[in-house]
């Protein structure tokens, strides 16, 4: 198991057009949580998801972003009619399930760097 | 209100010497769990260690060990014997219930160390 994988790793997009993330999270998690990342910033709370249910969409823009988890295949974070301000870098993490032990230690994948031209 | 704060945007170590990182949260839960991660230039973001609320003993993994001051609600990163490689940004984390269980970050520390 090569851990949480995301793609594209890097991906560039013009205004307006339409940004997919996609996350597969580590074998046996059932926890999936996107996070976006500015340059020089630390990391803020975008989405929780579980297989085919948003747990926590509170970090989420209002407009034009939206999450799944479908019960086949990877998360996905989508992005509709993206600006220059949604130029960042997007982890996704993933954990075994709810709770404060270490067994709930999030394992990030390498990230997506978006750029929006 | 913030939940996790990190006072020291930028911290400066020699080779060899410990230091230590400061993280304070702020929480109403009585059950939560506190994380550092550490973010190199390359971008990715590695699980150094983390602490129980409930856990009496301070966490401690290899060269880090973590300052659990319950009282203070500190969190404090303690890295011995300081290696090149430590240059990063580290970032302090908690996870509640109060919280719904997603884990917040705090802004983060970039440390550097000297030769």
């Known amino acids: 198991n090569a851990g949480v994988m995301q793609n594209p790793r890097h991906l560039v997009r013009r205004r307006g057009q339409e940004a997919r993330l996609r996350c597969s999270p580590m074998k046996g998690h059932s926890h999936v949580y996107w996070y976006r990342q500015l340059p020089e910033e630390g990391l803020k709370f975008m989405v929780y998801?579980?297989?085919?249910?948003?747990?926590?969409e509170s970090g989420m823009p209002k407009e034009r972003f939206s999450a799944e988890f479908p019960k086949e295949g990877p998360s996905i974070l989508r992005i509709q009619q993206v600006v220059r301000g949604d130029s960042a870098a997007y982890f996704c993490?993933?954990?075994?399930?709810?709770?404060?032990?270490?067994?709930?230690?999030?394992?990030f994948g390498a990230g997506s760097r978006l750029t929006v031209l | 209100a913030q939940k996790i704060t990190q006072t020291q945007p930028g911290m400066f170590v020699q080779e060899k010497e410990a230091v230590t990182l400061d993280c304070t949260y702020d929480?109403?839960?009585?059950?939560?769990?506190l994380f550092w991660y550490k973010q190199p230039s390359s971008g990715e973001m590695i699980f150094l260690i983390y602490q129980g609320s409930y856990d009496e003993q301070n966490a401690t993994e290899g060269r880090y060990s973590l300052n659990f001051q319950k009282a203070r609600k500190s969190a404090n990163l303690v890295i011995s014997a300081s290696q090149l490689g430590d240059s990063a940004m580290y970032f302090c984390a908690m996870r509640e219930r109060t919280g719904g269980f997603k884990t917040i970050f705090g802004a983060g520390t970039r440390l550097f160390v000297k030769a």
């Open positions: 993490a993933s954990s075994l399930g709810q709770g404060q032990s270490g067994a709930n230690v999030l394992t």
């Open positions: 998801l579980q297989k085919e249910n948003i747990i926590d």
């Open positions: 929480t109403s839960d009585q059950s939560y769990g």
